[in-house]
C-alpha cells in the first residue's frame, strides 16, 4: 500500500514536466500548451486521488425486528392481550379498555 508522501515526488515532477511544456513559445497561438496543461493536471490529480484510501466495505445495520401481531397473552381465560398493539380484548372481540390499562398502563 502506498502513502500519500509516496506520490508527491511524482506529483512534483509531472507538475514540472507541465511548466516546462506549458511556457510560450514565440508562437501566438497556445492552444497546444493549453491543452498539454490540461492533460498534465488531469494526470496529476489522478495521481493524486487514486492514493486516498477509500473504504473496502461499507456495513448497515440490520433493520429492526417487525412486531410480533400474532402473539396473545391471556391475563384472564376471557381476555386477550395483544403486546404489539398494546391492547385486549373481551372474548367476543370488543375492545376491553379496563385490561388494557391494568396491563399496559403503569
Excluded: E, F
Aim: net charge positive; proline share 9%; charged share 15%.
Amino acid at each position: 500500500m502506498t502513502s500519500l508522501n509516496d506520490k508527491v515526488p511524482i506529483a512534483a515532477a509531472l507538475a514540472a514536466i507541465s511548466l516546462c511544456l506549458a511556457t510560450p513559445s514565440a508562437a501566438k497561438n497556445n492552444t497546444a500548451a493549453i491543452v498539454g496543461g490540461i492533460i498534465a493536471g488531469a494526470a496529476i490529480g489522478a495521481a493524486i486521488s487514486s492514493s486516498v484510501d477509500h473504504p473496502k466495505k461499507v456495513y448497515v445495520p440490520a433493520p429492526a425486528p417487525r412486531p410480533a401481531w400474532d402473539k396473545v397473552y391471556k391475563p384472564n381465560p376471557n381476555i386477550w392481550c395483544y403486546p404489539a398493539q398494546r391492547a385486549c380484548y373481551n372474548r367476543n372481540g370488543v375492545y376491553s379498555a379496563n385490561w388494557t390499562n391494568k396491563i399496559y398502563v403503569r
